[in-house]
């Protein structure tokens, strides 16, 4: 078929395809660069490096495996770029270092911003992060062994020591030819921060005004409506919140006295916000913060205590069948269909747990909506219940041939959808008042209630009505 000749369906099912491979790393490329390195031809793997960005070589280091990862890096020598290991996932982050000689290292972690550094270095033991330390000049590793000093997971931690600020009596002529002037201003800013005498940063400037005013407009007068100042021992995912919020492209970070110490990009706010999406679906999957790089033994260590808590809540619900085994003895067909109620019933909790478990992430979900929202999940339980109900009624008549059998599953499941929907919203609501992470426990406590409550209400039913 040619091009010509090619259907809707057909343009739909290209594009499509495209909009999965977009990004991704060339497989072609992919397999040219471990050809150069079976060769030993440095010149032909630093022509194929030379067009990727370094997150695209940070993945490709990534996707190989360690044996090639190494060679790699050690053909590629003095061209190892700092930015990829930033860019770099943090469980091969460490190998990665360690196949770095002293002069690579030396030379990339100089080129990175001081923020980037302390997340090199944070997790790194004390003689891997002196010897990354050592090789900084004084000033920065001055800075960098500050924002050590703040608590992890804060914005003292996330911040850059690399700004550029101005007196807030300034005017654009005096700025443009301070910063034309200077020699070491960061490679990339979007504010200049203005600051009174004492420090305490009163506003920022965009570029894009700085350079379409003239000179002698005052800075004060071109300050962004939208101000925000960050206190450097705030949570980072608050600090996450407030840049997606109101939309923010840098703000500047003030220490206990006020005084501007750092800034935070949107990039790395980003990032932040990134991670904990990434963390929520991670921990609503019991697998912990895993990555596909682990080894084996790591990640069966943080995936076995939520299988183990899932064997005990099995073991709970299996505790509620063991009451009715007379019941069950005398009529079988309970044993085929009680997996269909439970079953249903963890399916509408995991979807009501992790609209709420999001929304709390997003703040969406707070006190003033919280019953909005519980009444609202009830109510498609409900809803979806007695759809549900129908259909399997329908089903215990056709299959088993017993009206009553149908009335008993239907009532069952309209019973289990309500108390999924409240489950799936409540649970998550009660953990996070209690201080404790929704999307690492709720899961476990919905899926014990779906399915005590199904197997409670199916068999309960039918003892009642059947026998």
Known sequence: MSDQEQTPQTSAATAEDERDDAYEL??????????????????????????????????????????????????????FDGDILSELDESIREEVLGYLSPEVLAVAV?????????????????????????????????????????????????????FVMAPEHWNVGEAIDFMRNQQDLPEQFYHIMLVDPKLHPVGNVTLGKLMSSRREVMLSSLVEETFHVIPVTQYEGDVAYAFNQYHLISAPVVDENERLVGVITIDDAMAVLDEEHEEDILRLAGVGEGGLNDNFIDTTKQRFPWLAVNLV??????????????????????AVLMPIVASMGGNAGTQSLTVSVRSIATRDLTGSNVWRVIRREVTVGLINGLIFAVVMGVIGVVWFGSPALGYVIGAAMVINLVVAGLAGTGIPVL????????????????????????????????ALFLL
């Open 431 to 462: 953990l996070e008042k209690a201080g404790i992470d929704p999307a690492l426990a709720s899961g476990a406590f919905v899926t014990t209630v779906t399915d005590i409550v199904g197997f409670l209400a199916f068999l309960g039913l039918a």
């Open 313 to 334: 809540t099995a073991i709970l619900a299996s505790l509620v069948i063991a009451q009715f085994e007379a019941t069950i003895a005398q009529f079988v067909a309970l």
């Open 110 to 162: 100089r080129e990175l911003d001081s923020d980037d550094v302390v997340d090199l270095v944070e997790d790194l033991e004390d003689d891997q992060q002196n010897a990354i330390l050592e090789v900084l000049e004084d000033s920065d590793r001055i800075a960098v062994r500050q924002s050590l000093n703040y608590p992890e997971y804060s914005a003292g931690r996330l911040m850059q020591r690399e």
């Open 26 to 79: 060339d497989r072609n490329a992919v397999a040219r660069i471990i050809h150069a390195v079976d060769n030993d031809d440095r010149a032909q793997l630093i022509e194929e490096m030379e067009p990727l960005h370094p997150a695209d070589i940070a993945d490709l280091l990534e996707q190989v495996s360690a044996f090639d990862r190494r060679r790699v890096i050690a053909l590629y020598g003095d061209e």
